[in-house]
């Protein structure tokens, strides 16, 4: 029986124990428990490590990019591209402002949209009758779309471009961080992703200062002044001060935790690359290692599958089912009636252990265990 955990949080509070303690005890004795002094503490900290012009946190992820779309006042009759091969997050929030997702293929190197596709889902969105209006760029795994491409493409079709940055917190693009790729991001505080907190969390990050001073509005049901002066229709979407005094504990030791993330993908690739496919990851690219997915023939994944049961490694399999193939999702137009790279993918990916604190050993026993598959 192994104890190998897929993304290990018990050992990573064994390290911050005594901080954390301390510091969710200091919200207990001030009492703010609601835009305490904290979360003002932590939205400083995030912009000056993402070198964002401002970052508002808030609920979750999922709000996030919410909060994001009613900043740019999505709504019915507008298209909005985001991939179908993603947390479904990314395409419920389009649906639930009453505008449209378009589904659009993958890179099969990179797990993020391909322009190709887009280009096609553009021209589907429009024979549909709607307005083209903006990407949703997903980072995928913790690797960062290729920004610099997008943003070309949405220039040229006068599309607004937004980063799902749930899973890449800590990546980069040359020397420029996830969070400033583009004028719009979410980010996740999820348990378990780069940067987690203890329940739900998120944060947007944006490079204009009134869409800051409007999302901060509409994060508190649209008040403006005082608590009780509604100027716009808004969300119930705050962070709590305890999740805000965690996630600067964790912020602290984040830079070391990267460094590890960084050198176990180097473990894995080593051990794994003469036996499945590794991560690609582009000239001047740094993922944030969120996940570490290989690729296999779709019988070898499910021998792995079987063995990883078998001995009690846990595995995730994202995603098993993308999204235009889902219930909820498959009645919005997509790129082409298949989204072949999608639909292939999601046969042919499997998602091992990956935290900072997995040791060598357990990287080699699943390594072992890949190999004889
Ligand atoms: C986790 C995730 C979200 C949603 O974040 P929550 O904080 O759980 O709401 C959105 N998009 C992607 C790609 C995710 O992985």
Redesign the pocket.
């Known amino acids: 029986m192994s104890n190998i955990q897929f993304i290990d949080i018990k050992k990573q509070y064994k390290v911050i124990e005594d901080n954390i303690k301390q510091a969710i005890h200091r919200v207990l004795e001030h009492g703010q428990f609601i835009l305490g002094p904290e979360v003002q503490a932590l939205e400083e900290m995030l912009k000056s490590s993402t070198q964002a012009v401002d970052v508002i946190s808030c609920s979750?992820?999922?709000?996030?990019?919410q909060l994001l779309l009613m900043a740019k006042h999505v709504g019915q009759g507008d298209a909005v591209f985001v991939p179908a091969f993603?947390?479904a997050?990314?395409a419920e929030v389009v649906a639930l402002r009453q505008a449209t997702p378009v589904f659009v293929d993958i890179c099969p190197e990179t797990f993020n949209i391909d322009l190709r596709s887009l280009e096609r889902a553009v021209e589907q969105a429009k024979q549909n009758g709607l307005r083209p209006a903006g990407i949703i760029a997903?980072?995928?795994f913790g690797l960062p779309a290729n920004y610099p491409l997008l943003a070309e493409f949405a220039q040229a079709n006068k599309l607004w471009l937004m980063a799902?940055a749930?899973?890449s917190f800590g990546g980069q693009i040359d020397q420029q961080k996830v969070g400033t790729l583009t004028d719009m991001t979410?980010f996740?505080?999820?348990p378990s992703?780069t940067l987690g907190c203890y329940g739900?969390?998120?944060a947007v990050a944006v490079q204009d200062l009134e869409m800051a001073k409007y999302i901060r509005s509409i994060r508190v049901h649209g008040a403006v002044k005082t608590r009780f002066d509604h100027h716009y229709v808004g969300l119930n979407s705050r962070l709590d001060s305890i999740q805000a005094a965690v996630l600067i504990e964790k912020l602290k030791i984040f830079e070391d935790e990267l460094k590890q993330r960084h050198h176990i993908a180097k473990t894995y690739d080593a051990l794994l690359k003469n036996h499945v496919k590794t991560p690609v990851i582009p000239k001047g690219y740094t993922s944030a290692w969120?996940l570490y997915t290989v690729i296999c023939e779709s019988a070898q994944r499910d021998r792995i599958e079987q063995i990883f049961t078998e001995k009690q490694i846990p595995y995730n399999v994202y995603y098993k089912k993308p999204l235009h193939l889902q219930q909820a999702y498959a009645h919005f137009p997509r790129a082409g009636k298949n989204l072949e790279t999608a639909e292939q993918l999601s046969t042919q990916v499997i998602s091992l252990p990956m935290h900072p604190y997995l040791t060598q050993a357990d990287q080699a026993y699943i390594a072992d265990l890949i190999k004889s598959c």
């Open positions: 979750s992820g999922t709000d996030a990019l993603t947390f997050a990314t997903v980072d995928l799902d749930a899973q979410a996740s505080f999820f992703k739900d969390g998120g969120a």
